[in-house]
């Protein structure tokens, strides 16, 4: 039997483990924290549940290939229930709000109300949020294995795809607020996407919810994880955790296995590293490795922008209706790493009511971070006393925004738990704090990179950041693209 070792538990390692497992191989993953799932977690504060992923998994609509991968690893199917979120989010400004609801009928009427004279672009909209109901992460084979006739299907599959790029293809979601004459409908598009994304991203994210496959599933991002695992064991897969990998063992043209930083070394007789790609080549593997596309996307970073996330976590005693799903409203001015915000958002998990003891709800927010706010953190980090005094700051600054703009919660919130993009870097190694791959900017539209390793016969490559822009489908995808080529090898 054929041993494959894969650096990193997180979805794309732990996919290519369970489609391997149930293909015959012989695999072990080697994971570095207590916990699978990598970006794809939570955790427990103070009898609250922190879920810190899925706010949409891609995939919940059933019949689609993707769907199928979902419930081939455990994610889905089985039982498994799904939360239907009911809207996207809603923004505030000047004492109106506007929703982008599931119910996308209803957000085009709001939005008509809020601004006649903005009608025909928002009917124009809502029409190509539509068409971007079709758009699929393909995981049937690597993009660079796939034949004309894969690709015609492909196209047939997203067809209207092809109109939304023709229209929005070449715009940012700045530009395409600019259509609007309205100061609210220009502010939520810009909400919820961090700046620089290509419009269509807009469109796609918010399609994938109207077109009811941008669920949650019951349990959230931990659980989710957990359920992959599991199904892994099930095939027969050992999962190593607390099993730091410190680097690939290489012999001439192929890698002998890896070796641990505890320094045990392990035979395979393929290795797939499915962790965070920088990481990967300034680690694990000399950078000389490093596929080409991959590193001119590293060197250019004005072009393949990343972002994190500086968030929060509180406790509010009570069950407060009016706080549901994602809200974003203007707030006085607070600096959050090296850029001054004027607008913040509360997300609650209401839908989720174990999450929170009886009776109380918890809220998180996250406020974006560039790469020039991920230096901020960095070099703040080296002073741990000063990192934990400034988190402590922001999340003070939040919360007092938090109530002016919900005065019913004085006296009914407080912080739980407060992280940075450097937490990202600490838990996952993570490039910048990112916890998605390269920005889809309107530079840099196709970011795709194959998961081969030239130079090295039997070494793949398994993360989100072989697709921009990254997220759960993507991780899954290219886990499974690794499972397929070892495969194909046997
Ligand atoms: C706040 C937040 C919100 C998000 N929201 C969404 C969403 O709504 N929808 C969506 O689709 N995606 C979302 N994502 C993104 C999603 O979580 C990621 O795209 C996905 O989990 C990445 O998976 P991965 O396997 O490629 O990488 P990772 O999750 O980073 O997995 C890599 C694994 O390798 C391990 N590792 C690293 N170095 C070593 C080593 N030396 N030895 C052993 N193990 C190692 C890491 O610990 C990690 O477990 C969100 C992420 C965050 C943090």
Not at 45 to 63: A, K, M, Q, S, V
């Amino acid at each position: 039997m054929r041993k494959v070792v894969i650096v990193g538990g997180g979805i794309a390692g732990m996919t290519a483990g369970v489609l391997l497992q149930k293909a015959g191989f012989d695999t072990e993953i080697y994971e570095k924290n207590a916990l699978p799932g990598g970006q794809c977690t939570g955790w427990k504060r103070e009898g609250y549940f922190i879920d810190n992923c899925i706010h949409w998994l891609t995939g919940t609509r059933p019949e689609s290939a993707l769907h199928e991968l979902w419930k081939e690893i455990g994610a889905l199917g089985n039982g498994v229930e799904v939360h239907e979120k009911e809207m996207f989010f809603s923004s505030k400004l000047n004492g109106q709000t506007l929703t982008f609801w599931r119910d996308k009928e209803r957000t085009r009427k709001e939005m008509v109300e809020l601004s006649p004279e903005d009608e025909k672009e928002i009917n124009k909209l809502i029409e190509y949020v539509t068409m971007s109901e079709t758009m699929t992460v393909p995981v049937e084979k690597p993009f660079d294995a796939m034949n004309p006739i894969d690709f015609m299907k492909l196209g047939m599959s997203m067809k209207s795809m092809g109109k939304v790029m023709k229209e929005y293809g070449n715009m940012d979601i700045n530009e395409l607020a600019m259509r609007f004459k309205h100061p609210l409908i220009r502010r939520a598009i810009v909400d919820y996407m961090p700046s620089g994304y290509q419009a269509y991203a807009f469109l796609v994210s918010y399609g994938t919810v109207t077109g009811g496959n941008g669920d949650i599933p019951k349990g959230g991002s931990l659980a989710m994880s957990l359920r992959i695992a599991e199904k892994y064991k099930e095939y027969g897969g050992v999962l190593y955790t607390n099993a730091s990998v410190k680097n690939i063992l290489i012999n001439g043209k192929k890698a002998d296995g890896i070796m641990l930083e505890n320094g045990e070394q392990v035979e395979a007789d393929y290795v797939i590293c499915a962790c965070d790609t920088d990481y990967t080549f300034r680690k694990l593997l000399p950078d000389k490795y490093m596929p080409k596309g991959l590193k001119q996307m590293y060197a250019d970073r004005d072009k393949y922008p990343v972002s994190s996330g500086f968030q929060i976590a509180y406790a509010v005693d009570g069950v407060f209706g009016e706080l549901t799903g994602t809200r974003v409203f203007s707030c006085d001015e607070i600096n959050v790493g090296n850029q001054t915000v004027k607008s913040m958002s509360v997300q609650s998990y209401d839908y989720e009511p174990d999450f929170a003891p009886v009776g109380k709800m918890i809220l998180q927010t996250n406020f974006s971070q560039t790469e020039a706010d991920y230096k901020y953190w960095e070099s703040l980090y080296t002073d741990k006393a000063s990192y934990e005094k400034r988190k402590t700051e922001i999340a003070e600054q939040a919360i007092q925004r938090v109530i002016k703009e919900y005065p019913f919660l004085e006296g009914k919130i407080h912080v739980i738990d407060v992280w940075s993009p450097m937490t990202y870097t600490r838990y996952c190694n993570s490039y910048k704090g990112a916890y998605m791959s390269f920005v889809t900017t309107k530079q840099a539209k196709s970011i795709t990179v194959p998961g081969v390793v030239k130079g090295l016969d039997n070494v793949f490559l398994a993360s989100q950041w072989l697709m921009g822009p990254g997220g759960l489908p993507t991780a899954a995808a290219m886990g499974k693209f690794a499972a397929w080529r070892i495969m194909k090898r046997k």
